[in-house]
């Protein structure tokens, strides 16, 4: 039922652990399945991310989406990372089965809520 | 190591034998038992030497024994037609929370017709006390429907209590025997009930094929409509290899069951016993009263299917919940009802196993296991910090 590239990254999951001193955390909760998800991100001077690490407790769909997203959002600036969706990053997952699609929020919201967790504290 | 199949609650292989058995029903013996020439009064005794075996093995006669498509259709002729049956009687149906699909959403879709359903609550282990039924019984309840042992967790219910409170009471009694023939001895007579449904793939018999027993003098209203077959309850040309295949399955199991149970046993609680040495695991379903080869763990902080795919990279292949709802996102309804935290049951994982397996193939996924559940664990977000225990 899941694509060969959501089991690559099931498999063998990038950027998953924790992260000292992180400029922004999120932490996620899917309010369908009670999987959560935890973000942390390190961004330097010019808005960039430079590092990006999770934690997921969740199903293989939900491992795979965060591991596609933090290969995605790596070196991009806050203000485009925090556009991506989570369709996006299912189709970068080469699509995800139906009744799993919603797993694929759960890292885009953990994410979004890192940045602005980042933005915040810049204030 | 070759792929290891630890499904067999789900399905389990066709046995040789069986399959030798429906090759010339497949071939050269293509007659409809309902022809009145050769070809079909061929296929009309093979069917019936069929039913004769079934109904001897069960403790049964041959006349109280219909063929289906399968369990799912069993169980919906027994309760969709023994309650139509006695609708003039009364309209209360008791059956339990743990029930497979197959009765649980028949008895709900009654509900919708106008019956009353009460569904049982279950203990930690998943078994039904047989005092709750006799406590639910009304002047009213015309059916009881429950499992004899649960796909899920494998717990084995009192199905003979359940009979005997069924049988003083004068109210019908089904149960849902699909995982248990095979694995449990099952006779209509000693446990009491005028209604068994079984399904022919969870005992090395074929897919598509199974049957239900309807004690004699039991009024049971016919759901399909056509051809007349099997006595006008089951209309519809009959699966004949399928028939043909179960029979020589159930002839198989039951004259194995004695040493198949004993080796399972063995292989099961090693299984269990080496998974509840890993940290923060459960053995969910009954401790003792359990089929022979189920084995349902939960491990906290990870998801099952997490682990289940985790498995299946390693060449093992077990469940997350239950066959037909593994795709579905809401945790196991059988888990949930015996009152487990829903991210503890969101963490089960089955392993059912069967005749082929060996004890390598236990070691060998008792070191899959803690690998996967280490790695995944290493990754969750609840596990975080706990990583130093
Ligand atoms: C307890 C139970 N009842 C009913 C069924 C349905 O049987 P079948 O697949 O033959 O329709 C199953 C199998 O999944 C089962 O485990
Ligand atoms: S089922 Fe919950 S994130 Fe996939």
Redesign the pocket.
Same mark, same amino acid.
């Given at each position: 039922m899941y694509s060969d590239k959501v089991m690559e990254h099931f498999n063998n999951p990038r950027n998953v652990g924790d992260m000292e001193n992180p400029d922004g955390t999120g932490e996620i909760g899917n309010v369908r399945c009670g999987d959560i998800t935890k973000v942390f991100i390190k961004v330097n001077g010019q808005g960039i991310i430079e590092d990006i690490r999770f934690r997921t407790f969740g199903c293989g769909a939900a491992i795979a989406s965060s591991s596609m997203l933090t290969e995605m959002v790596k070196g991009r600036h806050v203000e485009e990372a925090v556009k991506i969706t989570d369709i996006e990053v299912a189709d970068n997952l080469g699509g995800l089965p139906p009744q799993k699609l919603h797993c694929s929020n759960l890292a885009a919201d953990a994410l979004k809520a890192a940045i602005k967790d980042y933005q915040d504290r810049q204030k | 190591m070759d792929r290891i199949y630890m499904d067999n609650?789900?399905t389990t292989p066709l046995e040789e034998k069986a399959l030798e058995a429906m090759m010339p029903f497949l071939k050269e013996n293509y007659g409809n038992p309902s022809s009145a020439h050769t070809f079909g009064r061929e296929v009309r005794k093979a069917v019936e030497e069929t039913r004769e075996k079934m109904a001897f093995l069960l403790g049964a006669k041959p006349e109280e024994i219909y063929f289906t498509s399968?369990?799912?259709?069993a169980?919906n002729m027994a309760i969709v037609g023994a309650a139509r049956a006695l609708q003039d009687r009364g309209n209360h149906i008791i059956t339990t929370s743990v029930e497979?699909h197959?009765?649980l959403d028949t008895c709900l879709a009654l509900q919708e017709e106008g019956f009353e359903v009460t569904v049982l609550p279950v203990d930690q282990h998943g078994m039904v006390d047989p005092d709750d039924v006799r406590d639910a019984l009304q002047d009213n309840t015309i059916l009881i429907s429950v499992?004899h042992a649960?796909?899920e967790v494998g717990t084995i219910q009192p199905v003979e209590e359940i009979g005997r409170a069924a049988r003083e009471s004068n109210v019908l009694f089904h149960i849902?025997a699909?995982?248990a023939v095979g694995n449990l001895p099952v006779n209509v007579e000693t446990l009491n009930v005028d209604l068994l449904?079984l =399904?022919a793939?969870?005992f090395y018999g074929p897919k598509g094929v199974?049957l239900l027993y309807v004690r004699e003098g039991t009024k049971v209203n016919r759901l399909t409509h056509g051809g007349g077959q099997e006595k006008g309850m089951r209309a519809g040309t009959e699966n004949i290899p399928g028939i043909i295949g179960m029979g020589k399955a159930m002839e198989l199991a039951y004259s194995q069951l004695e040493e198949n149970t004993r080796r399972m046993e063995s292989l099961r609680d090693r299984l269990i016993q080496g998974c509840l040495e890993m940290e923060e695991a459960k053995l969910n379903g009954h401790p003792t009263r359990r089929l022979p080869g189920n084995v349902n763990v939960s491990f906290e902080y990870i998801e099952g299917e997490a682990l289940l795919l985790s498995l299946d990279f390693k060449g093992i292949a077990a469940s997350s919940g =239950?066959?037909?709802s593994s795709g579905s996102m809401n945790p196991s309804h059988v888990l949930m009802a015996t009152g487990m935290s829903e991210q503890t049951a969101r963490g089960a994982i089955r392993f059912s196993l069967g005749r082929h397996n060996t004890v390598e193939e236990i070691d060998y996924t008792l070191q899959a296991v803690k690998e996967s559940v280490d790695k995944l664990r290493s990754m969750s977000s609840l596990y975080q910090g706990k990583g130093e225990r």
């Open positions: - | 609650a789900a399968g369990g799912t259709e169980d497979h197959a009765v499992m649960n796909n849902d699909v995982q449904a =399904s793939h969870k199974g =239950s066959a037909c």
